[in-house]
């Protein structure tokens, strides 16, 4: 079945300093690769998609680029800053039906 | 943004009874998802919902678990009877056509079971 796998948790930075998450998946379809983020208290909610294999996508600062090749979707940014302090979650979707597969989410510490 | 809006945002009960936890979705929106949150752990699926059927169901979807949404009302998620390891933060979600749209979260019911 289809799976996504992405860095273990905590990772901890300093401000300023650069972030990569990175996330790989499984499947046998083509798929609408997501990175979702969680602030503490609230649900999840869209950092951006990318619907299409060799396209990236970017919000705040954060980037990742969808590589069909390698099955790798890796969330990056060149500078954190403490308030990007929250969880990160890589997921998949079936354009054809309704499968979202997360990954186990990321947790992300910036210290100032 | 579009909102989901979860009622309540805290239930407590005791072990045994029943709970039903509540989930007013993006009104245009026609898949509904269910998630489970221990404290501190990650987010795990529980179910999904399109059409008035349940699509596909996880393993933490135990027997004692069932949802509806009755006349386009709430989607509700009921426990009967609950047990101790129900007590987290349940997510609900809505999609507007599926498994390539984005998931719009609500904030969450954390359940407390005595």
């Known amino acids: 079945g289809d799976s996504v796998t992405q860095t273990e948790g905590p990772v901890t930075l300093s401000e300023g300093t650069s972030l990569t998450v990175n996330c790989s998946y499984e499947?046998?379809?083509?798929?609408?690769l997501f990175w979702y983020v969680q602030y503490p208290g609230e649900g999840p909610q869209l950092l951006f998609k990318?619907?299409?294999?060799?396209e990236k996508g970017s919000n705040r600062g954060f980037e990742a680029t969808y590589n069909k090749e390698a099955t790798s979707f890796h969330l990056q940014k060149a500078s954190v800053q403490e308030s990007d302090s929250a969880v990160y979650y890589c997921a998949l979707g079936d354009p054809g039906g309704y499968k979202v597969v997360f990954g186990s989410g990321t947790r992300l510490l910036v210290s100032p | 943004g579009p909102k989901v809006l979860q009622i309540p945002s805290h239930q407590i009960i005791d072990m045994g009874q029943m709970v039903t936890l509540n989930c007013d979705p993006v009104s245009n929106h026609l898949y509904f998802y269910w998630y489970k949150q221990i404290l501190g752990q990650q987010m795990e699926f529980l179910v999904n919902f399109y059409n008035g059927k349940v699509m596909e169901k996880s393993k933490l979807f135990k027997d004692q678990f069932s949802v509806e949404r009755p006349d386009g009302s709430y989607f509700t998620l009921k426990i009967q009877p609950t047990a101790l390891e129900d007590s987290a933060v349940y997510f609900c979600a809505s999609s507007r056509t599926g498994g390539a749209e984005t998931l719009y979260f609500g904030s969450g019911t954390r359940l407390t079971v005595l």
């Open positions: 990318v619907p299409k294999a060799n």
């Open positions: 499947t046998k379809q083509y798929p609408t």
